[in-house]
């Protein structure tokens, strides 16, 4: 089970988001939150697999969220998301390190294979076990 933390301020994003992923056998949906700090302290709690993260949101961005989940030493995959098709957010995401880069207007098929594709590089030491 590939474990997902979804972060964005529009709660209709969340809301869409988490049917979408939760609709597949082999992905779930373990929290969400609006704000990129209090998402950081929930991943290092819950451990997701994916983390797909806003770029633009109050408080804490995505991409300081980003910067910040991928300096642990046991760091889950990052996927940022957006609805801006900016260069400088592309950039800054590679900067970051973050294993993927969408854009909102994506189609279902292709938010659930970004899933699939970034937790099936993670080191298999890394992903969680079926119970847990």
Do not use: H, N, W
């Amino acid at each position: 089970m590939i474990r997902v933390l979804l972060v964005d301020d529009e709660a209709l994003v969340r809301d869409g988001l988490r049917t979408i992923i939760e609709l597949e056998d082999d992905l779930t949906v373990v929290g969400e939150r609006a704000d990129g700090a209090v998402a950081v302290q929930l991943a290092r709690s819950f451990k997701p697999d994916v983390v797909l993260l806003d770029v633009r949101m109050p408080g804490m961005d995505g991409l300081e969220a980003a910067r910040r989940l991928l300096r642990d030493p046991v760091a889950p995959r990052v996927v940022m998301l957006t609805t801006f098709d900016r260069d400088e957010y592309l950039y800054a995401a590679m900067q970051a390190d973050a294993s993927g880069f969408l854009l909102k207007d994506m189609r279902r098929g292709q938010l659930t294979a970004a899933i699939r594709t970034v937790a099936a590089a993670m080191p298999s030491s890394r992903r969680a076990s079926p119970g847990g």
